[in-house]
Structure formats: structure tokens, C-alpha cells
């Protein structure tokens, strides 16, 4: 008879373990559902109150102010617009980029920030379109400076509200320019004087850098790959 009586505990806490397994499992679930929008409310406990609701909700708040940290903390600019392209919010590299204060940076429309001669309506648009954009923006700060961004901008993050990424690339821009001058010159320079140079690299490194009067000189059509030992045959048979 005791026998009897330990099996019927062990069967009754088994029961009652598969069960509270079943309600913490349904439980997850509807807090899910509720933290991605499924759900919009739940039943009420005992004494009214919605406990999976504010569980729900105090997990989209944890969320909202991890991705609050990520955007104020950016090294590169970020926007939020509305479907007209007015900011709405812009976190703190973002106002030191277009050198406006966070207050009057807000409302702003991206045909206020542009460089005369950049037609933003027809890049909005197609923005709007394909949902996504990449490309470069002219900026004109407020002291008149001016100043080349590139920018990645995702359309309805949430409904209505797109995301811009800006990065500031005027220096390297301006470098870019600088060497594109400089190797000008120097190809100028050397067709003139008819020098070449080269660039030779270790054994196993990269392929050799010529410069075009050395191609003319040694008769190999410019823009050829050159690598150590053909550069050495080169200089053999020469």
C-alpha cells in the first residue's frame, strides 16, 4: 500500500513538472509575440495587472536604449527624416558634421544642406523608390564651408522614417586629387626627359610598378603585369 502511494507522488509531481513546463513555454511565446508585435495585449492576472505585457515592454525598452547608446555614440553622422526629408533626429556627430546644433538641425530638409547645383528631390525619390541609397552629398555648413560626404541611407527603419549614414570625406578626396596631379606630372615629366621608373618588389611580393615611358621604353604595351622575374629577363635580354 505505501508502494502504492509513492508512485502516485512521483506521477503526480511528474504531471505537475510537464505542466509547469508547458505554461513557461507558452509564457516565452506570447512575451515573443508581444516584443515583435504579434500580440498587442494578453489577459489580465489576478488584480488586473498584464505581467507579460510589461515584461514585454520592459524588454523593448532595454532594446530601445541599446540601439539609442549605438546611434548617439556613432563616430559617423546619423539622420532620421520623414518622408519629405526633413530630420527628425540626429545624433551628436551628425551636428558637429553640418555644424548646427541639435535643435536647429532638426526640421532642416536635405535641399537646405545641400551645395547649390545638387538636386536632391531626384535622389530622394529614387531613395524612396528602391528603398535603399548610396552616393555622394555636398554639404554646405552654415560658415559657408564646404564639404564631400558619402552617405548610406535605408528607407522605413520604421514606418516613415528612413536612416542616413555620412561620413566626411573631404581630405581624402582632396588627397585623391593631389596624387592624381602628382602622377600627371611625373609621367609629363619623364616623357620629356625619356626616364622611366619603377617600382621593384621582393621576390614573392607584389607585381613591379611602372610608369608609362618605362613601358614605351622597354616595348611592352603599358599597363602590362611586370613581375620580378619577367622585369629581370627584361633587364638580361636588354
Known sequence: MQGDIVVNDDLDLRHRNEELERR?????QMVLALASGQLDSVAAGEGGTPLLLRVAQAKLREREQILRAIFDSA?????????????????????KLFGLAYHSLLGRSI?????????????????????SLRGDFPLLRPDGERRELEFSAVANVIPGLHLSVL???????????????SQYFLEAAQQVAQVGGW?????DGPPCYWTQETYRIAGVPNG???????????????
Open 24 to 28: 513557461l513555454s507558452v509564457a516565452e
Open 75 to 95: 563616430l559617423d553622422a546619423m539622420l532620421l527624416c520623414d518622408d519629405r526629408g526633413r530630420s527628425v533626429d540626429a545624433n551628436p556627430a551628425a551636428c
Open 111 to 131: 535641399a537646405e544642406l545641400a551645395a547649390p547645383g545638387y538636386a536632391p528631390a531626384v535622389e530622394w525619390n529614387a531613395f524612396l523608390a528602391q528603398g
Open 167 to 181: 561620413r566626411d570625406v573631404t581630405e581624402r578626396k582632396q588627397a585623391d586629387e593631389e596624387l592624381r596631379k
Open 199 to 203: 617600382v621593384v618588389p621582393l621576390v
Open 224 to 238: 602590362s603585369p611586370v613581375t620580378f622575374q619577367s622585369f629581370l629577363d627584361l633587364v638580361q635580354a636588354g
